[in-house]
């Protein structure tokens, strides 16, 4: 199985807990699975102001074209910057991806088994990344359980079981009904939903960079970068000050990032700004100790929000106290509507 190489290691990990090894074609594995159990002392979340857990969705990848090369690079890049930054991040999978023409891909199966091999976490996502506001209920729950297969059977290998699920689009459900019935169908199953505190327009931003890639404009893309990484600063700010409205205290959050060749690029530089901020990076289930994650959720509709929304429209919350949410620079919006080939 090919293996990709995450080093430089976390800070404070002894080189007895690193086993590196090469393969076939030349790169080495840094299994760094125990060096955020043992070398990082995670507090709970009542303990500090700002902690926050790193949440990247459609494993393994999720690109504007691109081959298994591309996905590699772009997994060894992302997955090197979580583990210089002592992130112990979570990647939640799209199954359907790992079979390309109904074949399964080993190729593909190895970028899963990389993030294992470094430390990280792996949850569902589901196979097919369906919505479950248009799916019916039983098919949806198919759909989550054949999410699972080659997940359940990797993580086993490292001892391990899937706990946390991923809503696609964050669609909940259009009723109460739904939402309801499918989280007891995934405790049944032994998984917790992972909610999310701060959404963005990072997919926007990510398939503009990609445009730009394609176009073999380096210094667009360069400059859809920069924006990104001040849009996402800008984003935290807004959010931050949204828990302190509707709670009167900062929050543990969970950050919604998707496995990019963007977040690649930056991840050093959004993790350095969250630092800046004050944030440490918890374990997901650090972070939902949280009392926040608590709060009475009502919510139903169409609008895949984030849980501090969904919070604050239950609390009866509405117009003025949302404010304007930062938005992405008029021209990536324009790189992001214009695909190459269109002209």
Known sequence: MRRIEVLPRPPNVNQSMIDLSMNR???????VACAFSVATPWASAQQTARQIAITIDDLPANMYGGDNDDW???????????????????????????????????RRVALLQAWLDAGLELGNHSYSHPDLHNTPLAEFQIDVLRGEEVTRELLAAAGQVPRFFRHPFLHTGMSLEVRDGLHEFLAEHGYRVAPVTIDNMEYIAARAYDHALVRTDEQLAARIADAYVEYMDEMTGYYEQQADALLGRPIAHTLLLHANRLNARTIGRLLDDLRARGYEF????????????????EFVGRAGITWL?????????????FGTEPNLPRFVHDVYADPPGRR
Do not use: C, Q
């Open 25 to 31: 074609w030349g790169w080495a594995v840094a299994a």
């Open 72 to 106: 590699e690079a772009m997994t060894r890049d992302l997955l090197a910057g979580l583990v210089d930054g002592a992130v112990p991040a979570i990647g939640f999978v799209n199954e359907t991806k790992l079979y390309p023409g109904d074949a399964r891909d080993e």
């Open 282 to 297: 918890v374990p997901l289930e650090i972070a939902l100790e949280d009392p926040a994650y608590e709060s009475p959720d």
């Open 309 to 321: 929304h969904r919070w604050a429209l239950t609390a009866g919350k509405r117009g003025d106290f």
